[in-house]
């Protein structure tokens, strides 16, 4: 029997994708049926140049998906994800105020320490139990106290449910994406009434009366303006974990509780799943998160600078002349891979990395300054990368082992970092643990199986979502042994600054 076809909207940092999804026979068959690119926008603001996001190209990338989806099949529900923290705000007449700002943007410079001297960092994580980034939503908040669209707001929707409330009308916050914007308490899943008061007292920011009502994932929030869907009737809009990473998560086809993830894209989330928070103040200096996921479950993760490194060095070596064929992709790994291993090693996690710009430039005065060999050719910049980032991984992974006493036997890396064969390899290498990569588009596998459950079509909890995600994607997986004689990742950690 045919149950129709469900919609997923995922937007990442680099690309948006529309994906439609339909169950046959305990599998999700997937097929991309629009895909466009998403990136920053500089836009003057007064005497400085504000980063945003074109969100109305979003919009209109959604609106000629669901466009495709429709044309031949009949679609029975949509669901939005994006990446996190970032939000819109909207006037008392509905009107959206100014563009979605981007948050790599450094308004947010120097705002945490700010915010820290009238509410400590320590009462923060025990409340909200996030990591401290200067783009969490609440430090994006206190930057722009005083402003007048500030002044003006009615509303303040996350990005995914800013989208969803242009197809619906509706005004929600998705608690998976609610959780990383540090006015969520993670332990209750409501606001933090004590953090917005905070806010309020100390900031002037009256943040409360914006916040919508939280929706939990798997909830019916609306129904999709006939207009976007011209033929079909009535197609609910669910929420599914509108935050990217928490259906990217769901959609690990881990068959083992004991598993890692890395949500490998523009950045590498890298965690466990765990039953409660941990927040510790070892957890809290580690600077690890927790974030919601499905099912109460929540996601003890690390921020690791990730491909971001990569794609903003291809940009730069783009924009400064030469589309020439070492500028291919593939063909930038293999010449990666022909390096010798470890040669230079830089922390990723330095901030000098997070805003957009001339990456190379920035690699070169990172291993300079710390005394490594300098890469010279790009093949060179691109090892150091990805010799770099499996540190990050390594670090990460066993670190939230330690704070979380849970134990690691498998490492799943997840997303479009997946397909780089060389990372995974030696991610491999540098944890000791086998590699399962893939799917590419875990994220969008995890948004449709969130609406299939919600419609009535799937029962059950995580596990058996898994097990449909592992019949679905088994050709696509790859893996990766930990090589019996390994490279020396001690040594090459210990060349890092201790964190
Ligand atoms: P996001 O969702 O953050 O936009 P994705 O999950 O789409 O990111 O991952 C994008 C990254 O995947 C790119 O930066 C690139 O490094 C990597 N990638 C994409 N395609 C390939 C490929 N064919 N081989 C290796 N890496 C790839
Ligand atoms: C990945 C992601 C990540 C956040 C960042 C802002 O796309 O959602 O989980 O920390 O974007």
Known sequence: TDRGTYVAV????????????????GRMVTEEVHRFPNGPVALREGDRTVLHWDVLALFNGIVTGLRHAARD???????????????????????????????????TDGVPDRVFAHLPAESLYARTGLQVQPFNTIFQLVSAAGSVQLGAARRLLLVPDLLGHWLTGAEVAEVTNASTTGLLDVAARTWAT????????????????????????????????????????????????????ASAVAAVPAESTDFAYISCGTWSLVGLELDEPVLTEASRTANFTNELGLDGTVRYLRNV??????????????????????????????????????????????????????????????ARAAG???????????????????????RSIRTAAELSGHDVSVVHVVGGGSQNELLCRLTADATGLPVVAGPTEGTALGNLLVQARALGDLDGGLPELRGVVVASVADELRRYEPPSSRLDWDAAEARLPTP
């Open 10 to 25: 995922d937007l990442g940092a680099s690309s948006g994708r529309v994906v439609a999804g339909r169950l046959e026979g």
């Open 73 to 107: 099949r009949r679609v029975v529900s949509v669901g939005i994800d994006s990446w996190a923290v970032d939000y819109g705000l909207l006037d008392a007449d509905g009107a959206l105020l100014g563009n979605t700002v981007n948050y790599r943007d450094w308004r």
């Open 194 to 245: 004590d953090v917005t008061d905070g806010l309020r007292e100390s900031f002037g920011v009256d943040a409360g009366p914006l916040l919508p009502p939280l929706v939990e994932p798997g909830t019916v929030v609306g129904t999709i303006d006939k207009e976007h869907l011209p033929g079909s009737s009535d197609v609910p809009l669910v929420a599914v974990g509108s935050h990217d990473t």
């Open 305 to 366: 600078m990730g491909l971001w490194l990569l794609q903003e060095s291809m940009r730069t070596w783009e924009d400064s002349g030469g589309a020439d064929e070492d500028l291919d992709l593939s063909a930038l790994l293999a010449a990666a891979a022909d390096v010798p291993a470890l040669r230079c090693v830089i922390d990723v996690d330095d901030p000098v990395f997070l805003p957009p710009g001339d990456m190379p430039e920035r690699i070169v005065a990172a």
């Open 372 to 394: 490594e060999p300098v890469p010279q050719s790009k093949a060179e910049i691109v090892r150091c990368i990805l010799d770099s980032l499996a540190l990050g991984h390594r």
